[in-house]
Each structure stands twice: as structure tokens, then as C-alpha cells.
């Protein structure tokens, strides 16, 4: 089996990639001649640009290129693909199959072709969310073997453990449809996420929070906002690798750039700042994640494994962090920081940041700037949950 890799970043604007292919249980690559030539690079360190064929080398734990495991779908989206390929086909997808599940509807930019059609049949009935909500509770628990087919369609290219799917919004209305590449007029791409059982039905609002508290401190956020249904209250936010216009933007995590793997804890914060001068070479973006740093620790989000940081490119070749995405109250492996902070990972705080920025060559007094207003936020934050009906554990003394 092969397919063929794009970067569809319009309607018309469709660049051809390469070739992608397996051989045992070796993924293979091969650039195109004519994308060679056109000076991009949607994976400059693992694979870069180059004539002839490039075998992935294993690094990482990750089942291919960087590029292409940050496609596939893992958690919540891998076992919506995995049980409808097996009640069609009586077994696993193999990787180039899960891909070919996927067609051009992934995130970023990305397509893969052939499209395995079979995967993405289904009515576009009925779409009130509470009913979604409940088909995908069924699946999580256990209670169902299959998601509704509206469900199916909207979340098999979804990430992470927690129940999500890609919809249609309109903002000035909160109505919500389909997702699809052509919205009604006055819809935008959105993501919704449903709380777990486990999680309690205060997720959705404690992530809402905390957007606004990131949005606050002077982080690039995403548009969020909460969505009140029969079946609960839940996050929604506006997706970031889709631009006004039907543009859409290649996504690459630093995961996935850097072909780690970012279940193990251990890497430390700085490994971004690298990465992102690497890309950006943006005193901007290094600032950005100083502050992302502060929030993190600050507000006990542990869960910032290197998947949880994103870089986008346009169609010109142009590299910027992606907005600050899944930050909320989380426990790390063990209760550790996932991303250590020069060094400690079990009681991170303002020294630490500190001597972060010093490491990663930012001036000082800028860092310094960046931490007083985190903490003046942090200072703020139980009042401003309060009022949004949050109800969390009290975070360390920092």
C-alpha cells in the first residue's frame, strides 16, 4: 500500500509532498521532485528534504516520521478508527490504513490519499451535542461498541484520552453543526470536548477557566468558550490550524519534530526554546514560552509533555508557535512536571523559572516581567473560579 502526502493549504492551493510507504514494518519515504524544489520543509530535523528514499529510524517509540505520527489519531480517535475497522475488516488498521482513515480531514495541513471512503460513510443526521455527548460516554465506558455515525466522522482524527470532535460553530448564534470543509456561511471550525465520567462535570468550566486565566497573563490563546447542553456543560475552543478564508495551517508538535517521546517523562522546558529558535529565530516566541512555563508551574498544570507544544507553518515556509492549548489543572507522572525546569521536576518554582530564562538566554529583566504578572493573575485565580463554579484542589505553596 502507498500514499500519496500533501499540504493542502486551500481549496486550490494543494501541494504534492511525497510518497509514503512501508516495507516490513519500516515506514519509507520519498520527497517529490517538484515539492523539493518549492523550498519547504514540514519537518526540518527528522526529515528534511531530500532526494531519494529516507527510512524512519525507529527513534522516539513513535510508529513512523514525526510528520506523519503527529496525524495519527491516539487515545480517544485511535479506538473510534480501530473498532470501526475491525467490524469492517475483522482486524487492526495498519499504519498507512489509519492514515488513508483520515483522508484530508486531519489537523494541520496534511492529506493522505487514497481516502479509505469506507471509514467516513455515514448519515449527517441528527447533531445536537448532548446526544454525542452520551453515544461517546457509552464508548468510553464500555457500554457500547460503536459511536453514532455523526460522532464517528467528527472524532476519528481526534487526540489525545479525553472524548472530543472537531464541529461547526457560529459565534455571534452558538449554534453548532457538522463539521466539513465548506461551513455554513457564518460558521467557524471549532473543537468540542466532552468531560469523562471520571473527570466529574466540572472539567469543561475548570478548562474554561483556565484559558482565561492563560488569556490574562498575556498567553496567545485560542477563542474558547463553554457550550451549555441538556447532557452537561463542556469546553469548546476555536481551532488554530484554520485561518479566515478556509486556509489551513501545517501543525508539527515538538514531539513529533523531534521524534521524542513524550510519555516518558524527563525532557527538560528548555528543549523548546531550542526548538523554537531553531524554527522562529523569534525573541517573541522565546518569550511566549517563558510565560507558558510560569503558567504551568504556577498553576499546577503537570501534564505539559512535548505534545502539548505545537509549531505551525504557512504555505511561505513561516514557523510560529502554535497558541497554548490543553492547560489546565493536571498531575504529572507521579505528581512531577512533566517538562522539568532546569532540572527539577518534583518542586518547580520561581528560582527555577529563573534560572530557566538565564539558560535559555532571555534578558532577565523580561523574565521578570513575565513571572510578576503570572503571579499577579495566580493571585487572583480562586475569586475568578469561584465565579465560574469551579471547584478544584488547592494547589502547593510554590
Known amino acids: ?72 489519531p491516539d487515545g480517544w480517535g485511535r479506538r473510534i478508527v480501530d473498532t470501526r475497522f475491525r467490524r469492517l475488516r475483522g482486524r487492526l488498521p495498519s499504519l498507512l490504513e489509519r492514515l488513508a482513515c483520515l483522508g484530508d480531514d486531519g489537523m494541520g495541513a496534511l492529506t493522505f490519499h487514497p481516502i479509505d471512503e469506507s471509514m467516513v460513510e455515514g448519515d449527517r443526521g441528527d447533531f445536537r451535542l448532548e446526544t454525542l455527548a452520551e453515544s461517546a460516554w457509552a464508548f468510553d465506558d464500555n457500554r457500547a461498541e460503536d459511536v453514532l455515525p455523526e460522532l464517528r466522522r467528527a472524532a476519528r482524527s481526534s487526540g489525545g484520552a479525553r472524548p472530543k470532535m472537531n464541529v461547526g460553530i457560529n459565534p455571534r448564534t452558538g449554534l453548532v453543526c457538522a463539521p466539513g470543509a465548506h461551513l455554513p456561511q457564518g460558521y467557524e471550525p471549532w473543537i468540542v470536548k466532552f468531560n469523562t465520567r471520571a473527570e466529574g462535570p466540572d472539567a469543561g468550566r475548570r478548562e474554561f477557566a483556565y484559558s482565561e486565566i492563560a488569556r490574562d497573563a498575556g498567553a496567545d490563546v485560542a477563542e474558547c468558550r463553554l457550550i451549555e447542553t441538556k447532557a452537561g456543560v463542556f469546553f469548546a475552543t476555536k481551532r488554530f490550524d484554520r485561518s479566515p478564508g478556509g486556509r489551513r495551517l501545517h501543525m508539527h508538535s515538538a514531539a513529533g519534530l523531534l521524534h521524542a517521546d513524550f510519555r516518558t517523562p524527563g525532557d527538560e522546558c528548555a528543549i523548546l526554546f531550542k526548538l523554537s529558535d531553531a524554527l522562529t529565530r523569534d525573541y517573541a516566541a522565546k518569550t511566549e514560552l517563558f510565560r507558558r512555563a510560569c503558567l504551568n508551574v504556577l498553576f499546577h498544570n503537570r501534564d505539559d509533555h512535548l505534545k502539548n507544544f505545537a509549531f505551525l507553518m504557512n504555505e511561505k515556509g513561516v514557523w510560529r508557535p502554535a497558541p497554548f492549548f490543553d492547560f489546565t489543572f493536571a498531575q504529572g507522572p507521579n505528581g512531577w512536571q512533566t517538562l522539568s525546569v532546569s532540572g527539577e521536576g518534583e518542586h518547580p518554582g520561581e528560582a527555577d523559572l529563573l534560572r530557566l530564562a538565564d539558560d535559555v538566554s532571555l534578558r532577565r529583566a ?3 516581567a513575565v513571572l510578576d504578572r503570572v503571579k499577579s493573575v495566580r493571585d487572583e485565580w480562586r475569586a475568578r473560579l469561584q465565579n465560574l463554579g469551579v471547584k478544584l484542589p488547592t494547589p502547593p505553596t510554590i
Open 366 to 368: 523580561d523574565a521578570a
Open 1 to 72: 500500500m502507498k500514499l500519496r502526502v500533501s499540504l493542502h493549504f486551500a481549496g486550490d492551493d494543494i501541494r504534492s509532498v511525497g510518497i509514503l510507504s512501508e516495507q516490513g514494518r519500516e515506514s519509507i519515504f520519498a520527497f517529490d521532485e517538484s515539492f523539493l524544489a518549492s523550498g519547504l520543509s514540514p519537518s526540518p530535523f527528522r526529515l528534511p528534504p531530500a532526494r531519494g528514499v529516507q527510512a524512519y529510524d525507529g527513534r522516539g517509540g513513535m510508529e513512523t516520521f514525526g510528520l506523519f505520527e503527529d496525524a495519527l
